[in-house]
């Protein structure tokens, strides 16, 4: 179990996703079983320790309702306007802020390094949900489906 | 003015370059690059005055760009970042590489235009080259300083290794890597005017001690004196205000003659500059800097 200031995390996250989507939601911290959503979107960023222990990885699960609002924000055009390239694009960067809101608050002696985040078929996402060890999940839900951030520890990310 | 976007997130381009257009800059050019690599190639063909780049970007990352940029001699070129990473550590070691600012991902458009404004403010005139900022740099910081009692010429340079008098070696660079930066290389005869000088001796004994074989108890006191009262002001302006640290005077203040490992990166410096310095009542003497 990765130790970290859950609160300075969820407070971190709730800014990230406001600033970003200008429509606020709720994140919450959960322990629990989740079974990952094939339709929605993935990405996934390895996280390096800096004490060479084995990678972890942060994932952004988004579903695509969340995906198209957050890009017309981001982009400041209609959803019309906007090409997949470009929501993913959205998502992408979405996914590098949380993996380091997630990180920088890793608490003792654990710094996480980051990586470029890189998008995930349903396929390989399933394939490392089933093949790590899910540390804890952020979600928030509303109309537009859930939004949830992964922390995996360790991740077989790279198997 | 000219400044390149480095990151691969197009819709983070897109809100930068908005930002950007909204600072009011006159004669605002703007590139983007996807990758670090990129973004070097671009730095070097293209020269712009403010780089802004993400941390973590496909093949070449902003830390490795920011090294790459000032390891070639482009200390002209301002670096800012704007990055989600989330190392502290990391964040420190950017701004000690000379990072002009380290603003944290997501940043309001407020941010950004307040980082680059401030960037604005210390940049050179649009019309000072680097040439005449460097020569200027040298006299304004001594006419500051003496207030008129010497004139600066610029003299034309001759190979180090005729220099046959001896010389005041200092080295300067950044605080953090140890890589040197720039080089004074001042006669003994200068040390003695601009020691006396900071020192409000009579330059007509001052004079009779420089003239005498050898050096006196005097010449390493006088070059400190100098190099920590103006040799700092030089070189930061020399290198775009970044205030650089003495890294080392040579033989406690004095050498023969320049050693030859010196003499090459002296002579292979991206700009060097030979002055001749006179006092009145002192006559000539000679200064060379070198930035490299």
Redesign the interface.
Known sequence: MIECDQNAVITKINRSWSVLSNNPIEFKVINGEINPDDNSYHFGIPVVFSEGEPIAAVALEISKSHAVNLSVSMYGLDASDLSEDEILDVCCEMCNVFSANVCNSFSGKKEGNINVPNKLSSEVFRYIFKGSNLDRYYQAENEHGRVVIYMFDPCNYYN | MKILIAD?????Q??IK?SIEKCGIADLEIKTASDGLEAYEVVRSWQPDLVITDW???IMTGIELLKKIYANGMNHIRVGFIT???????LEQAKRFGAEFVL???C?EEEIVGAIKKVLEKLPAKNNTSSDFFDNSLSSVLSAKFGGAISIEEIESKPSAEFKDTYLIALFGTPISSTIRAISVIDKRCIYLLGALINKLKINEVLELSKKDGVDSNIAKFATDFLSESGTDIFASLMNNKKPEILEIKSKGVVSHLPEKVCTTIDLGVNRKDFKLIHPEFGECFMAIVTL
Do not use: G, L
């Open positions: 691969d997130t197009r819709v983070v897109m809100i908005k973590h970007m496909p989600a990473e989330p190392s502290e550590k990391n944290n991902k997501p309001s």
